[in-house]
T-cell receptor, first 112, second 112 residues
């Protein structure tokens, strides 16, 4: 079983739709969680960190469920510019914070 | 401008010919890391460094070497490249702790 698993999609949604991605992780020692966005053939960029209490940034909401070991990302009112690959990232934290594991990514295409 | 730079951006080489991909950051970050990205496998960590002279293996270190003699530089060395090392390589840096990683633009390597 992969340490971090995502549904690769692709998700094809119309503008204005709400779309949700899930990610599961297998290592219960994981401490830090992130969502990164990657445009085609470009470098990944941080979208948001994920906190236990959940957090929201504009149209984006991230949730963490430690008991079930999954992370989610909700995008409301999708824009064409949201089309990208979304990467779930998990870190062991503590002295192992440098050890990052990426999911394989979920492809989102938003169409007019 | 705060950035991570990689050189070269594109490289085609032959099996067995030693090569070095350079990575440099100007943000005074302690942490640096190398990843490779392959279709269907996502980003996988090769090596990371928590500080000068401190390096650790990631998930796929075989066939690679790194060194961290200065804070700003973290070169990736392929002593004897093989075709299975054909990939897109990213370098990243961050402050110590579970913070945002800043990625370089990527190096596309082809080994024939």
């Amino acid at each position: 079983r992969k340490e971090v698993e995502q549904d690769p999609g692709p998700f094809n949604v119309p503008e204005g739709a709400t779309v949700a991605f899930n990610c599961t992780y297998s290592n219960s020692a994981s401490q830090s969680f992130f969502w990164y966005r990657q445009d085609c053939r470009k470098e990944p960029k941080l979208l948001m960190s994920v906190y236990s209490s959940g957090n929201e940034d504009g149209r984006f909401t991230a949730q963490l469920n430690r008991a079930s070991q999954y992370i989610s990302l909700l995008i409301r009112d999708s824009k064409l510019s949201d089309s990208a690959t979304y990467l779930c990232v998990v870190s062991r934290g503590g002295t192992s914070y440098g050890k990052l594991t990426f999911g394989q990514g979920t492809i989102l295409t938003v169409h007019p | 401008e705060a950035q991570v730079t990689q050189n070269p951006r594109y490289l085609i080489t032959v099996t067995g010919k030693k090569l070095t991909v350079t990575c440099s950051q100007n943000m005074n970050h302690e942490y640096m890391s190398w990843y490779r990205q392959d279709p269907g496998l996502g980003l996988r960590q090769i090596y990371y460094s928590m500080n000068v002279e401190v390096t650790d293996k990631g998930d796929v270190p075989e066939g690679y070497k790194v060194s961290r003699k200065e804070k700003r530089n973290f070169p990736l060395i392929l002593e004897s490249p093989s075709p299975n090392q054909t990939s897109l390589y990213f370098c990243a840096s961050s402050p110590p702790g579970p913070y945002e990683q800043y990625f370089g633009p990527g190096t596309r390597l082809t080994v024939t």
